[in-house]
């Protein structure tokens, strides 16, 4: 059972997810599947994601996470993260350079203020 909770909302620009709860490998699979599904359904080419997550995943399983989502249409989607446990920097980092690696537009912000502005720039 997933002990987390995922709010996804309709905006302008972009589609809003938001995490709260507790993350593991599984949590993490689903949840990123879940909004790729939406994300897809809905038409969108952008996506924040704001997360408060309790736990973490390896970078071993970050690595099956994105492999399992290249075929989702994700790469096609510009992304800003903003993870609100500053503790998370170094894993949130490199799952970043490994999503980049495989043509992913994903970037991380240490605010959501700056997550919004850039997700609502033209371009």
């Known amino acids: 059972m997933n002990n987390y909770q995922l709010t996804l909302e309709e905006r302008d620009a ?17 949840y990123w599947n879940e909004i790729a599904d939406k ?8 996506l924040l994601v704001h997360e408060d997550l309790i736990g973490e995943v390896v970078e071993s399983e970050m690595h099956e996470i994105i492999m399992d989502l290249m075929p989702s249409g994700l790469l096609d989607v510009q992304i800003a993260f903003f993870d609100e446990n500053i503790s998370d920097a ?7 350079s490994m999503a980049v ?3 992913a537009n994903v970037r991380i912000f240490d605010s959501l203020n700056a997550a919004q502005d850039w997700i609502t720039q033209d371009g």
Request: hydrophobic share 35%.
């Open 101 to 103: 690696s495989k043509g």
């Open 14 to 30: 972009y589609l809003y997810a938001r995490l709260i709860g507790e993350d593991s490998f599984a949590a993490s699979l689903s």
């Open 90 to 96: 170094s894993i949130n980092a490199r799952g970043q």
């Open 39 to 46: 994300v897809k359904a809905l038409g969108y080419r952008k």
